[in-house]
Nanobody
């Protein structure tokens, strides 16, 4: 059973960079067909996908956040990380890391989230 745990500061000042790490246990982040994602939920709003890093180490980002986002990984420690620069109070949210299975064959593609971290509150405030 894979488990994910977010860690990082709960308070970030405006214009600074938000940095979070997701530590994965019970499974390797290099296992085929798994995409390691960051998702957030601002207060009173729905879930927003931020981006992911694939089992091959390729990163993809939401177009609306792409200019400020970087997702990287540390395979030796089985972790992946999020950096979001130039934060504003609108970046205040609960941040989740999650694992997504994504596989395509000649008959079509199958994808779903199968594991989530518990989430961590990040507040942007001076």
């Amino acid at each position: 059973q894979v488990q994910l745990q977010e860690s990082g500061p709960g308070l970030v000042k405006p214009s600074q960079t938000l940095s979070l790490t997701c530590t994965v246990s019970g499974g390797s982040i290099t296992t085929n067909y798994y995409y390691w994602s960051w998702i957030r939920q601002p207060p009173g709003k729905g879930l927003e996908w931020i981006g992911y890093i694939t089992y091959r180490g390729n990163s993809y980002y939401s177009p609306s956040l792409k200019s400020r986002t970087s997702i990287s990984r540390d395979t030796s420690n089985n972790q992946f990380s999020l950096q979001l620069s130039s934060v504003t109070p609108e970046d205040t949210a609960v941040y989740y890391c999650a694992r997504k299975y994504y596989y395509c064959s000649s008959s079509g593609c199958n994808n779903f989230y199968d594991s989530w971290g518990q989430g961590t509150q990040v507040t942007v405030s001076s």
